[in-house]
């Protein structure tokens, strides 16, 4: 919200710097987010007349005599073809500062600081300026926007700085105003927070008008009262359309908006002082000269003031003529029934439409507006009526029309006018508070908001201004009270009366830190990324058309189509992350996520979706498939578990390098290579794994820590060198190994070798076997009869042979 | 005649262990002396030759010789053993400026290290974790959070949407909800969690994660609200850290504040970090609007409560001055090696 210091100080007397009364709204909650200081730019600018003026031989150029007053009489040359003698322009003395322009004398280019020049041989102690270059255009001041000289008045004194006189010396507070405050989006609502800051009276516009008796028969309905619930409309005629004069345009210059003529200024201005809407219809274009208040028929079209058609369904509110939409509700006129330069004769119109309803319609059709914005942040009624009322009062006071007496105000059931009395308890706001403000003090402050305050007791007795529809209950009372006496004022306690409570994480809450813990103890780094992803992330994946995974939850809104799927799977964030990583010249790397995918029960989503946490680990560099199976395997020892893998085959990764991951005869994740197919895609240069496990089924896994007494006697490991096929698994001989004895507690494969000394076809596995003794100690000559079961089981079942 | 013979054998011994700079060979040597076949042996065994009356003196002259020889072979020992290890040393020598070797962790990402500082602080205080969905329905997040359907406040906030009633939860305050209408007072909860709005910039995220913490007790007041915030910005922030609070809204709150904590960068002076006002924001709360408290079934008038909402990701930003949002989501590998702890 912008709210000019010159416009706030025709409502409240303003004593204080622009920078204290910043301060003072910052601690009321009103964040001024830029105190802008409009001049800020141009220094060193003062009136000049022009007391002699000669052409230059052979140029465009003059050169002038500048009477500057108390800086002298100046020689300054000047190109402008609206130099002559005695008239008034600004001068940028020598050290001044200004804006550049570019060749068109309007573009700003930059700043520049006036030197002493010298053009064709003639010698220059300033520069006479135009509008553009001292930040002015012609809604500022009349002229400016003229490409030649800013020709001042013959009153401004010879050598005055400028800045003043054109208003170049304002400040823009541009505000940050809560959503519970519509009513402050507006100069009028900052000017009654600034009057109860500063503790001063508010003065408010003059709303008063003369009306002519008209006999004009208007008829307005309203047909749709839940979205409509005030309709005020107001007969103008013999409109002259016409130039608004300076003070309007400047008002609406200093807020951003150019001017148009007088009767759309009028709207304009009304919106910017009191946050209301209005729009003026040119009654000569409204069809049976009558208003209707209604949903859109499905199909009915409009064309809006600029120039663009929309379709219309019944969620759009319209305001219609005796046949057709003249304008959406709230949003935007029709262009049929806009003000020309021809409009003799207009409707005002005044409403209250439900914000709902204005943001439905503005969403839909992507059409939004200074207007539309404020309906839906609401307006109040107590306000559509009063700036009507304003509007016709500036309509006489611009003198471009004859307000007459027809007016029509649709009341609806829906409608009402904001007045409110409550009774309140202090000792209750106080209780809120923790703090005692004296009764005194609270109803002063609540009177400075504008509240009709008394107090009996402990009873205080309210009437809330009509444009406070955000106040409900008495927090919202002690919220006035201690934004206005003071945040400052709350010191600290530490709960005194609550009970004492047992707080920190929950069983689940810590298996999850111990897994991460485990995870980062293996070297590995946790990522977090983006709950959704694209289609096409899992098309890259070849993630079949009926895998669970397409059956996923789609975002209606979603920032753009790379993030509108709900994820069902870690590996396409992962692989991106990955990716992203080998991009970037990190050639090497080591990653984990644990993260919720979103599994819907049935589709469209009725219900909420089961939300499962996944553990995925991605490895890229120089690593191989047994790095990632080792963290995979560190997650099971730390859960006191073992794993198995099984050979098997995902749609995106190698066939001969994946496996599942099983554990208690349930697979619970995989582990493999990107298949090189998909590498080769993306263009990686570096092998890259994934892994992923479910994170419920892997800590169902986890075993509970038990102690074990220390075997009585030494364990005795054995190595086994064994000649197999070479299709036969590490895992199946390890499986094998454990099988035949039970004292065995460890098998550990130390060598692999496949080569010409044990034949094709065949692969030579060293394993250390650990055996723990049980009651007994176990003898050499007890672990050799062990050995020997190992051996003939393993001949017997996988045809291995001792090397 | 034995007297030449074991000067001999003095001499031989001193000759050949001139040279001697191993322990290996002076054991040798010795051995060859003192072994069977060895010379100091043979002496010995020459007692058998000598008369009877003069065995004694020429047992003691050979005795003598033995411990002589002992005596000269033990510091022969002592100087070689020193020659050796001074060889070893020179030896093993390293150069003491290569790299050392250490196990290489991983590291946890920002946002964690940050939620779990933040716990460590509330839970001394008192306050449980706890975990709601993530996709939410309008009811927990909006609804009951007393912003109806129409609410301006629902502005505030760009929410993704699955259907009409189902969306990604904008704020973890959702979850407040479900823990008041399913425990009574005195509740302590924090409620970490990500969260979802349609924003996509430097300092915005469409996914992010927040930390909610919520006290209803008797008698909590904003005095409480303050005095738990002081003890947290100095725990998080540092020792000399103040809070102050400003006015504020949001719709489950009444009164709402935004927090701000002294900027712990340059004291409160003003510098970078804080844009030169000394204050820097942390967070909103405010003491739960009574409406909320209603729709989950506690009585306002026996019980109230305060609570409070801060952005992980700002708090991570903030602690270890990272200036892109974005980074915490790419997972660029030089980023997350920064966060060895």
């Given amino acids: 919200m912008k709210a000019p210091l010159s416009w706030l100080k025709d409502y409240v007397d303003i004593d204080v710097t622009p920078e204290e009364l910043q301060k003072k709204l910052f601690g009321c909650g009103f964040e001024v987010e830029e105190l802008i200081e409009v001049g800020k730019d141009i220094s060193g600018v003062v009136v000049g007349e022009v007391t002699e003026c000669e052409q230059i031989e052979g140029t465009h150029l003059h050169v002038c005599s500048v009477d500057c007053g108390e800086h002298g009489v100046l020689q300054i040359c000047c190109g402008a073809d609206n130099v002559e003698k005695g008239i008034k322009a600004p001068v940028a003395l020598i050290g001044a500062t200004v804006y550049a322009t570019a060749k068109d004398h309007v573009t700003v280019e930059g700043m520049m600081t006036i030197k002493k020049g010298k053009l064709r041989g003639v010698e220059s102690y300033g520069m006479l300026c135009a509008g553009a270059e001292i930040g002015v255009n012609g809604d500022m001041f009349d002229g400016a926007d003229y490409n030649g000289l800013l020709i001042l008045p013959k009153d401004f004194p010879n050598g005055a700085d400028v800045k003043p006189l054109l208003g170049l010396d304002d400040y823009i507070f541009d505000i940050g105003v809560t959503a519970n405050r519509p009513d402050c989006q507006s100069i009028l609502g900052i000017a ?13 516009p003059d709303c008063t008008f003369t009306a002519a008796h008209s006999d004009e028969h208007i008829k307005v309905s309203d047909l749709a009262p839940d979205l409509c619930p005030r309709y005020i409309a107001h007969y103008v005629k013999d409109i002259e359309i016409a130039p608004s004069p300076l003070w309007m345009r400047r008002r609406l210059a200093m807020c951003g908006l150019r001017s148009i003529n007088n009767v759309v200024d009028i709207t304009n201005f009304v919106l910017l002082e009191m946050g209301q809407p209005m729009h003026a219809f040119d009654l000569s274009a409204l069809s049976g000269r009558e208003i209707v208040v209604r949903r859109a028929k499905e199909g009915e079209k409009i064309t809006t003031l600029d120039e663009k058609e929309f379709d219309l369904t019944p969620d759009n509110l319209v305001i219609c003529d005796g046949d057709k939409p003249a304008a959406l509700a709230g949003i935007m006129g029709g262009l049929t029934s806009g003000i020309g330069s021809a409009t003799r004769e207009l409707l005002f119109e005044a409403a209250k439409f439900a914000r709902d309803s204005v943001r439905k319609t503005s969403r839909a059709l992507g059409q939004h507006s200074d207007s539309s914005a404020m309906f839906e942040k609401g307006v109040n009624e107590y306000t559509t009526e009063m700036a009507m009322n304003r509007a016709l009062n500036l309509i006489q006071t611009l003198g471009c029309g004859t307000v007459t007496d027809v007016r029509r105000d649709v009341k609806t059931p829906f409608s009402h006018d904001g007045a409110k009395t409550m009774k309140v308890s202090l000792k209750k706001i106080d209780a809120l508070l923790g703090i005692d403000v004296p009764a005194g003090q609270t109803v002063k402050i609540l009177r400075s908001l504008e509240f009709g305050a008394e107090v009996h007791g402990d009873e ?18 002690a919220e006035e009270i201690i934004r206005m006496y003071g945040y400052e004022h709350i010191d600290g306690t530490f709960m005194p009366t609550a009970k ?40 890259l994946l070849k993630i079949p058309a009926d895998a669970p995974e397409r059956k996923f939850i789609k975002i209606k809104n979603p920032i753009g189509e790379d993030l509108s799927v709900m994820r069902t799977t870690l590996a396409p964030s992962m692989l991106n992350t990955m990716v992203r990583n080998l991009r970037r010249g990190n050639m090497d790397g080591a990653l984990f996520e644990i993260a919720k995918v979103y599994i819907p029960g049935e589709l469209p989503l009725k219900t909420f979706p089961a939300e499962k946490k996944r553990l995925c680990i991605g490895m890229f560099g120089t690593c191989d498939f047994y790095d990632i199976k080792g963290a995979a395997e560190a997650v099971a020892e730390g859960l006191r578990t073992k794993f198995e893998y099984v050979s098997s085959t995902r749609s995106f990764l190698h066939p001969g390098v994946c496996a599942d991951i099983v554990c208690g005869g349930r697979t619970i994740g995989y582990v493999g290579r990107l298949d090189p197919a998909i590498s080769e895609e993306l263009a990686l240069e570096r092998k890259v794994f994934i892994a992923e496990l479910d994170y419920d089924e892997l800590t169902a896994c986890a075993q509970p820590f038990k102690y074990r007494p220390l075997p009585k006697f030494p364990e005795v490991t054995r190595d086994l060198a064994l000649v197999a096929q070479s299709d036969v698994t590490c895992g199946e001989i390890e499986k094998q190994i454990y099988a035949a004895c039970k004292y065995v507690t460890d098998v550990r494969l130390f060598d692999l070798y496949v080569g010409e000394q044990v034949g094709k076809g065949k692969k030579s596995m060293a394993f250390t076997v650990t055996f723990t003794p049980g009651e007994e100690a176990i003898t050499p000559e007890k672990c050799d009869s062990y050995v020997k079961k190992i051996l003939s089981a393993l001949e017997r079942n996988l045809n291995i042979v001792l090397r | 005649m034995i007297e030449e013979k074991i000067e001999q054998l003095k001499k031989k011994i001193d000759e050949v262990t001139k040279d001697i700079r191993s322990s290996k060979s002076l054991n040798e040597l010795k051995a060859a002396f003192f072994g069977k076949q060895g010379e100091i042996s043979e002496l010995m065994k020459s007692m058998r030759d000598v008369p009877k009356e003069k065995r004694p003196e020429v047992g003691k002259i050979i005795n003598a010789l033995r411990d002589w020889a002992n005596e ?24 003491v400026t290569l790299p050392g070797r250490k196990i290489q962790t991983g590291a946890y990402h920002p946002d964690t290290l940050v939620v779990r500082e933040l716990v460590d602080v509330f839970s001394g205080m008192g306050f449980e974790i706890f975990e709601g969905p993530e996709i939410e329905n309008d009811y927990y997040n909006f609804t009951a959070l007393n912003t109806p359907k129409d609410h301006p406040a629902r502005d505030m906030q760009d929410t993704f949407y699955i259907t009409d009633e189902l969306l990604l939860r904008t704020q973890t305050s959702a979850g407040q909800i479900r823990v008041m209408e399913n425990k009574k007072p005195p509740i302590k909860i924090l ?37 738990m915030l002081d003890e947290f910005a100095k725990k998080v922030f540092g020792p000399s850290v103040k809070t102050r609070l400003r006015p504020s809204y949001f719709p489950f709150t009444e009164p709402s504040v935004e927090v701000d904590v002294s900027c712990f960068e340059c004291g409160g002076k003003g510098c970078r970090l804080c844009k030169g006002t000394g204050w820097i924001e942390v967070l909103g709360a405010g003491m739960v609007n009574r409406r909320v408290l209603e729709g989950c079934g506690i009585d306002p008038d026996e019980y109230s409560g305060f609570a409070f909402g801060m952005g992980i990701e700002r708090i991570a930003m903030l602690k270890y001055g990272i200036n892109n949002m974005k980074l915490l989501f790419e997972g660029d590998v030089r980023f997350l090696k920064q966060f060895k702890d």
């Fill in chain 1, 500 to 539: 004492v409570t047992n707080g920190g994480y929950n069983d689940e809450q810590k298996a999850e830190n111990y897994l991460k813990k485990l995870l980062v103890e293996q070297g590995l780094y946790e990522i977090s990324t983006y709950s959704f992803y694209s289609e096409k992330d899992l098309d």
């Fill in chain 2, 72 to 95: 000269r072979f033990d510091s022969l020992a002592e100087t070689v053993k020193k020659i050796e290890l001074d060889a070893l040393y020179k030896s093993e020598k390293i150069d």
């Fill in chain 1, 460 to 477: 205080l007795t309210l009437k809330v201004p009509p444009y406070r529809e955000d106040i409900d209950d008495y927090p919202d009372i």
């Fill in chain 1, 192 to 204: 009654r927070e600034v009057a109860a800051v500063l503790g001063k009276e508010i003065k408010y």
């Fill in chain 2, 191 to 227: 409620s970490p969690g990500k969260v979802y709005r349609s924003d996509d910039d430097a300092t915005h995220s469409p996914m992010f994660s927040q930390m909610e913490g919520l006290v209803v007790d008797r008698g909590i007041t904003l005095f409480d609200l303050k005095g």
